[in-house]
């Protein structure tokens, strides 16, 4: 069975400390709900979030009158909204539950992310701009990417997001100036690391209808280990192996996709990402990214809605705000950063953190346009 | 910071009969595979694992110097993953910046528990 997108809906992205994850979840919820049409009624609810307390997706659910149905809530890092979505989507085409609500979810306070310190490289110190920053050294001691294109990607997204009223931030950069901003963690610059944000997003998934956006493949994996003997950075091969899988469901692969929307948490992030999807070749990412071929008007736009970078990262909403930019890409309604004729969209994200593995989920969904 | 009850879950570096540090892992009988921790079974086949001894020289896979704020430290921190030699890749306090490819030696346990090298020579 074939499963379609009924509708999608986000909140505002940002730092909204006045606004509760209730009202925030309501925004994406109704939105979807509006979009879809029909009863404002689910069979089943997969929530995705990474900091939500014991209880927090129900909490959220009964304060707008969803309640009684199954409700499951799963963390995978930053891929816990795909992974809801993913779910969702398994349940629907298995033929578990009809009319699926996935929902992402997050609050992140007033600072980044803290290290785990039941984890053995977060009890070390290891904050994860850090982990990234490591990717990026090394690439960049590889010659595999220059520290101009590294800039050129938050050059590129914040621009996108120039047209897109929910990111948080928008801008428009020049590479120098992104070089400058403040270090973080060598050689990963302020402009090169996603902000700390509240928001969620939601998705409403059935059997396909006609007019639908349609899910080709949705594909989940964990890393394996990533130690000495791996031959890429952190983060490449489940990426890839994901990736793989996933357009191999979808009977088309890297070259068919019009419009992504990848994890680029980190600049480096971006540029590891499109090449492990096989959107660029090896050490093509960081050139694709200058080039402009992987700008809004390029061959190959990633992240017009400005990505993590720029539109923000509430972690277990993310997923699903990368869903959303897709859905509406392939329906023709992104307004001003629409890409002319998007037909085949895909959605990657890659949340990590956990030492030794590479990577703690990724997820990658192939989408076609009605 | 929040006060943390685990067991602390850092590799443990010991001293080597050389004065370097070595850490206590685990090699894997059924594939060789080796790891930093003493945990019950191999990460990459589940097989059986017999204690085993790395270090004290590496090299630098790659580095950076954490130049924000993180619970219970003080930036700026040098770390590093390190390549042991014939062991497991190791992430390392390095105090300030190392280049990669950089020959270093871990630097036997203190009191944080932290993981630590120093460039040889």
């Known amino acids: ?370 | 910071m929040t006060r943390v009850t685990t067991p602390d879950p850092r590799p443990r570096v010991v001293a080597g009969a050389e004065g370097g540090g070595l850490v206590e892992g685990r090699r894997c009988t059924a594939c060789a595979e080796v790891v930093a921790f003493a945990w019950p079974a191999c990460p990459a086949c589940g097989g059986p694992v017999e204690p085993a001894r790395f270090g004290p020289e590496g090299t630098v896979w790659s580095a950076t110097v954490v130049r924000v704020p993180v619970p219970g430290r003080t930036p700026p921190y040098g770390m590093a993953y390190v390549d042991l030699d014939d062991g497991p890749r190791v992430l390392a306090h390095t105090g300030g910046p190392v280049p990669i490819g950089a020959r270093v030696r871990l630097v036997p346990g203190g009191d944080d528990g932290d993981v630590r090298v120093e460039v040889v020579g």
């Open chain 1, 1 to 370: 069975m074939r499963v379609g997108i009924e509708g999608v809906g986000t909140s505002h992205f940002g730092r909204q400390p006045g606004v509760d994850l209730v009202d925030l979840a309501f925004a994406a919820v109704d939105e979807a709900f509006r979009a879809a049409g029909g009863p404002r009624s689910v069979d089943a609810v997969w929530v995705g979030t990474v900091f939500g307390p014991a209880g927090v997706a129900q909490r959220v659910l009964r304060a707008m009158g969803l309640t009684g149905m199954p409700v499951l809530t799963v963390e995978n890092a930053c891929a816990s909204g795909t992974t809801a979505f993913a779910e969702a989507c398994e349940a629907v085409r298995s033929g578990r539950y009809g009319r699926v609500l996935a929902l992402g979810i997050e609050r992140m306070g007033d600072g980044a992310i803290t290290p785990e310190p039941t984890d053995p490289e977060g009890r070390s110190g290891l904050a994860l701009p850090a982990l990234y920053a490591m990717a990026a050294a090394r690439w960049l001691h590889e010659g595999r990417v220059t520290p101009e294109q590294l800039a050129a990607v938050s050059v590129k997204n914040h621009a996108h997001a120039l047209h897109n009223p929910r990111a948080q931030y928008a801008g428009r950069y020049t590479v120098e100036e992104v070089q400058a901003s403040r270090m973080i963690a060598d050689p990963l610059t302020l402009l090169q690391c996603c902000p700390t944000s509240d928001g969620a997003a939601a998705a409403i998934v059935g059997p396909a209808a006609p007019g639908q956006v349609t899910v080709r493949s949705v594909a989940l994996r964990s890393g394996a280990p990533w130690n000495h003997r791996s031959p890429h950075v952190w983060g490449h091969d489940v990426v890839r192996d994901t990736a793989v899988a996933a357009f191999a469901a979808a009977g088309v692969g890297p070259e068919d996709v019009d419009v992504a929307e990848v994890h680029d948490a980190f600049t480096i992030g971006e540029i590891v990402t499109t090449e492990a999807l096989g959107l660029a070749g090896p050490g093509e990412g960081g050139k694709a990214a200058a080039a402009g071929r992987t700008a809004l008007g390029g061959e190959q736009p990633v992240n017009p809605s400005g990505g993590l970078l720029s539109r923000g990262h509430p972690l277990g909403a993310t997923g699903l705000a990368q869903l959303a930019e897709i859905v509406w890409q392939l329906r023709g309604e992104a307004g001003a950063r629409q890409v002319d004729g998007a037909r085949i969209g895909l959605v990657e994200t890659m949340g990590g953190g956990v030492s030794v593995l590479d990577g703690n989920a990724c997820v990658v969904a192939v989408l076609e346009a009605p």
